[in-house]
């Protein structure tokens, strides 16, 4: 084990499960896969950076970001 989930759940929106979780900065890179163990059961994930439902607030944002750069 090297690191902790924070929490977790399903996601129907975009059809599969997620978690949050604490990991070592040389596991963090985007892409980098890693298991998640849960009740015993050993599943494999991968790290992400991105959002990936994108809810109002988050998409404002974005938009007004890339206004900016414009």
Do not use: D
């Amino acid at each position: 084990v090297v690191g902790n989930t924070t929490s977790g759940a399903y996601s129907y929106s975009t059809q599969q499960s997620l978690a949050f979780a604490y990991l070592p900065v040389e596991l963090c890179s985007v892409g980098q896969k890693v298991e998640v163990e849960l009740l015993g059961r050993k599943y494999p994930a991968m790290v992400i950076q991105e959002p990936l439902v994108l809810t109002e607030p988050t998409r404002t944002r974005l938009q007004k970001k890339s206004k900016s750069k414009a």
